[in-house]
C-alpha cells in the first residue's frame, strides 16, 4: 500500500519559494503488517488534513504514531516537515536527518534533495549546549540529568546537542546529594557549556545520645513537730440541785388493771376469718354452678332429670360447693366467736408502788375439775 504526502503547495507553506519547485513526495510505505499498516494509513491521511487546515499541533502526533506503526520514509519527512513549522527545528533536523537516511538507501533522489535544503536552512537557526559532569558526579548513585525535561544519557556527556534559540534549563539530581539547576536562553548560532556540579554528599546528621543527668538528690527537711502543751482545763464546779419538797396534798395512788391475752384467742380469730372468707369464695362459686340455665330445679334435686351430662356435672359441682361453703364459713364464725371469746390468761392490778398478778387455774382429774385464781405480788 502506497501513501502520499501533502502536495508541496499545502505541505510547506511557509517554505522558502524555492521549495515550491520540489516535486511531490509520496510516502514511502515499505512492508509491514496488515493490521499496522492500515491504521497507520489512516493516520497519514488524518494528519494531512490537519496540516492542510494549520493545526501543526495536532497533526505532528498523527505523523509520529503512523511512523511508529509502519515506519516509511515518506512519514518520517512529513513528520519533519511539521515539527519545523510548529516551531521545533531542532526535533525536525534529526527527522530530516533520519528521512535524507531512508532516501540515500532506497535512492530516491528528490527527497534526497528536499531533507538537505531544509537541514541546509534549518542548521543556522539552532544553538548548541554541552552539558559537562566532573567523573565524580557522573558516576554517582541515582544520577538523573534532564534538559527541557527529558533525560539525558550518559553518553551525550559532554557532547554539543543542537536546541532550539529559546530559554532553557537543565537539572541533575543524585542520591545524597543536593539538586542542580541552571536556567539560561539561547539566540542562533550560540553555544553554551554548562557543567553540572552536584553539591558534596549530605551528611548523616551526627548522633548525639542525650547526656545523662542523675536527677539532684533532695533529702526532705527535717521538721520537728510543735510541742504543744495541753490546755488547762479546771474542772467545773457544779451545785447540787436544790430541790424543794413538793407542796401540796400527795397524790393519790393510781390503781390501773391491764388482762394479757389468751395464747389460742389470735389463732382462732384468724382461722376463724380464713374459714369464713373461703365459705363465701366457695358459695359464690357454687352460686354460679347452679343458676346456669341448663340447671333447673329438677336437675337439682335429682341428677337424673338433668338434661346432659354438663348441667348433671354442674349440679354436682354447685351441690359440693354449697357444703363445703356452709361447712366452711360455719366453722369460721364458730372459731372467730371463740377467739375474741377466749378468757384472759392474767389480770395484772396495778396500785401505787404494789403490782398483784391474778392467773385463773384449772385442774382436772378422773374426780371432777376444779377452777380457781392464783395470785403474786
Not at 519547485?21 to 492500515?38: E, S, V
Request: positive net charge.
Amino acid at each position: 500500500m502506497l501513501r502520499r504526502v501533502l502536495p508541496l503547495g499545502l505541505l510547506f507553506l511557509a517554505m522558502p519559494t524555492a521549495a515550491f519547485a520540489a516535486p511531490r513526495l509520496p510516502a514511502l510505505a515499505d512492508t509491514a503488517p496488515a493490521d499496522n499498516a492500515t491504521i497507520a494509513s489512516a493516520l497519514f491521511e488524518e494528519g494531512r488534513k490537519l496540516v492542510a487546515a494549520g493545526k501543526y499541533e495536532e497533526a505532528c502526533p498523527k505523523f509520529a504514531e503512523s511512523q511508529r506503526l509502519a515506519p516509511a520514509g515518506g512519514t518520517i519527512l512529513n513528520l519533519a516537515v511539521c515539527h519545523e513549522k510548529s516551531g521545533r527545528k531542532a526535533l525536525a533536523l534529526t527527522e530530516y536527518e533520519a528521512a535524507l537516511a531512508v532516501a540515500t538507501r532506497e535512492n530516491r533522489k528528490e527527497r534526497i534533495v528536499f531533507a538537505k535544503k531544509q537541514m541546509a536552512a534549518i542548521e543556522p537557526l539552532l544553538a548548541k549546549v554541552t552539558v559537562r559532569l566532573p567523573t565524580e558526579d557522573a558516576t554517582a548513585a541515582g544520577l538523573e540529568v534532564r534538559m527541557d525535561g527529558l533525560a539525558l544519557p550518559q553518553a551525550a556527556f559532554g557532547i554539543a546537542v543542537k536546541v532550539d534559540a529559546g530559554p532553557h534549563v537543565v537539572t541533575a539530581q543524585a542520591d545524597q546529594k543536593r539538586e542542580f539547576r541552571s536556567d539560561f536562553a539561547l539566540v542562533a548560532k550560540e553555544t553554551k557549556e554548562v557543567v553540572v556540579t552536584l553539591s558534596p554528599p549530605i551528611p548523616d546528621p551526627p548522633k548525639v545520645d542525650p547526656p545523662k543527668v542523675d536527677p539532684p538528690k533532695v533529702d526532705p527537711p527535717k521538721v520537728d513537730p510543735p510541742k504543744v502543751d495541753p490546755p488547762k482545763v479546771d474542772p467545773p464546779k457544779v451545785d447540787p440541785p436544790k430541790v424543794d419538797p413538793p407542796k401540796g396534798p400527795l397524790a393519790k395512788p393510781r390503781t390501773e388493771i391491764r388482762k394479757e391475752g389468751h395464747p389460742l384467742a389470735l389463732p382462732f380469730i384468724l382461722v376463724g376469718a380464713t374459714g369464713l372468707v373461703t365459705g363465701l369464695a366457695v358459695g359464690g362459686y357454687a352460686a354460679n354452678q347452679l343458676l346456669n340455665p341448663n340447671v333447673g330445679s329438677s336437675c337439682f334435686s335429682d341428677a337424673a332429670n338433668c338434661a346432659d351430662d354438663a348441667a348433671r356435672k354442674r349440679r354436682n359441682a354447685g351441690r359440693t360447693g354449697l357444703w363445703v361453703s356452709g361447712t366452711s364459713f360455719g366453722l369460721g364464725t364458730i372459731l372467730l366467736i371463740t377467739g375474741v371469746a377466749l378468757p384472759s390468761r392474767e389480770v395484772i392490778v396495778k396500785t401505787g408502788g404494789l403490782q398483784l398478778r391474778v392467773t385463773p387455774a384449772v385442774d382436772a382429774s378422773a374426780d371432777g375439775a376444779t377452777l380457781g385464781l392464783s395470785g403474786r405480788f
